[in-house]
């Protein structure tokens, strides 16, 4: 029976799908789907380097980035790259390589790479402590470089003025400690696009956000207070589907993601669809997390979501054994 090593921490919540709890989940889904799997929670390197020195497994699914005890924000690594460590010791894992995983927390090399493969996102200013200000066109839209699941993103993160612009700014490298990505700002609908598999087993399932217009601010954007509490609601696509599958596909190839990544993206005030986000390590929170929900939405069962639930983590897994020759 092959067995998935899963990789969590202090900082899977902020990192990647979910805290201890979400992981046991994952867990139980793949012991259902037939297959083995055992939980490694690590506090540090030492701690990682044991269980994957030590522990029998035929591939690993790390919801980490890097170790960290950070539990609220995620920012970039100084130290080792779980990935680069895998691919150093060529240890089989679900998810995209190091290079991917480093671009996509590096929201600003998200941004170069689709905008060089001519992949639509939006205008985009990396300013670091001590840089000019960029010249916009206001409305514009500022938050951190590094961050995931709306951190840092409030009302104020859109700003309509040179002075508003430099407070935000200054906002988030006080706050995050990193530079803030300064955008266009995309007034229009949300969509999101989940990429699950490779191969004969790779599938786009597309998805409108939607969230109570009550519950938004002065403008209609993804505060972190709105992530992973149940408020936003995945809905089906209609006019957009082709588009937004288009735009995601691109979008992975340009990236080269692999397993399970998930691509947001919004109108511009033009009408045109553009990525705002590159998500490595979606959430998996049953029924919450964005995946679970659209998976249930394209494949539902009698049985109800929680066996949805289990037939993506299912999906997943396999994909990825698949791809390292193991099945």
């Known amino acids: ?21 979400v992981t046991e989940n994952v867990c139980q889904a793949i012991k259902e789907s037939g297959y ?21 497994y035929d591939i690993v699914w790390s919801c980490l980035y890097y170790i960290s005890d950070k539990s609220e924000t ?4 100084n130290g080792e790259w779980l990935a680069d460590i895998f691919d150093e010791k060529k240890i089989p894992y679900i998810g995209p390589d190091a290079k991917c995983m480093k671009a996509l927390i590096h929201k600003t090399a ?4 689709l905008d060089t493969k001519g992949v639509a996102v939006p205008y985009h200013f990396q300013i670091a402590s001590g840089d000019d200000l960029p010249d916009v066109a206001f409305p514009a839209f500022v938050k951190p470089s590094y961050e ?11 700003v309509n003025t040179t002075e508003e612009l430099a407070r935000q700014i200054q906002y988030i490298h006080n706050t995050f400690d990193q530079p803030a990505l300064v955008e266009e700002y995309l007034p229009g609908q949300e969509y999101t696009v989940l990429m699950l598999g ?13 969230v ?15 992530r992973g509490v149940g408020v936003t609601k995945i809905k089906p696509t209609t006019k957009m589907t082709q588009q937004a599958n288009d735009l995601c596909r691109q979008a992975m190839e340009a990236l080269n993601c692999l397993d399970h990544v998930r691509a947001d993206m919004r109108l511009d ?7 705002i986000e590159v998500n490595g390590i979606p959430g998996l929170k049953p029924l919450k997390s964005w995946s679970p929900q659209m998976f249930t939405m394209q494949h539902p069962s009698e049985q109800g979501p929680m066996e949805d639930y289990r037939k993506l983590i299912n999906h997943i897994v396999t994909s990825a054994m698949a791809r390292s020759g193991l099945i």
């Open 1 to 21: 029976m092959k067995k998935v090593l899963l990789i969590t921490g202090p900082a899977g919540d902020a990192q990647g799908w979910g805290d201890l709890s």
């Open 36 to 56: 083995d799997a055992q939980i490694a929670f690590v506090n540090t390197m030492e701690e990682f380097n044991d269980a994957i020195e030590n522990l029998s």
């Open 74 to 77: 995620i920012g970039m690594s």
């Open 110 to 113: 998200t941004h170069d790479i």
């Open 148 to 158: 995931s699941r709306s951190v840092g993103i409030n009302d104020d993160s859109v």
């Open 198 to 210: 490779n191969g004969e087993h790779q599938e786009y399932i597309p998805g409108r956000v939607e």
């Open 212 to 226: 109570d217009p009550e519950l938004f601010g002065k403008y209609p954007i993804l505060k972190s207070t709105m």
């Open 269 to 275: 005030a033009f009408g045109n669809l553009k990525i």
